[in-house]
């Protein structure tokens, strides 16, 4: 089981939204974890809707703190990770110039830290981020792309432009994000 967390929707399906769909199709098991203080997210039904066409639970947090990384913070997440027993996290990465997905990547490695793998996403042309998994989404691209684009239609531009940006800053790679998705390992258990 996987358990995605993040601060949007959007920003999970384009980031880690084919490895969720592959994985949805092999056995109904993923679980993503929105964390925000959006109380506007409840609301959206569309969300909720594309969400269960695809077989995948949604956790909307409203009282956690974006502000720093706090005990509270800590437990919310350990809650919810308990309560499904995942054997992987995707979490955004801890060194993010975004100060909210620092702040979530870091409440997440300590809510996981009995968790066997830990994923994280990045996706900022000016980031230390060296991808070291990558999941083939191939077979899957069209899907995230319709489920991303009808969540917000301006996400085509915008997803366009960050993977342009992506590839670009990692030429050495020599990646075509459009069918895969990167992740560094914080930790990786093999079987």
Known sequence: MIIAIGCSPNELILLCGGTLIKNAKKD?????IILANN??????STIQE?????????????????CTITQNNVNLIQGIIKKYNPDTIIIPY????KKENR???????????QIPNILMYEMSEKSDFSPTVFQD????NEIKNKWLYSLDATQKDR????????NKTNK?????LNFIEPYQSFRLVFD
């Open 137 to 140: 989404i191939k077979d899957v």
């Open 172 to 176: 050495k790679y020599k990646l075509n």
């Open 50 to 66: 594309l969400i269960g066409k695809i077989k995948i639970k949604t956790h909307i947090v409203d009282d956690f703190d974006l």
């Open 39 to 44: 109380p506007d997210l409840k609301k959206k």
């Open 159 to 166: 997803s366009k432009k960050i993977l342009d940006a992506f």
């Open 103 to 113: 702040i979530l990547g870091a409440s997440s490695i300590l809510a996981g830290r």
């Open 28 to 32: 109904d098991s993923d679980i993503i």
């Open 94 to 97: 801890n060194k993010s110039k």
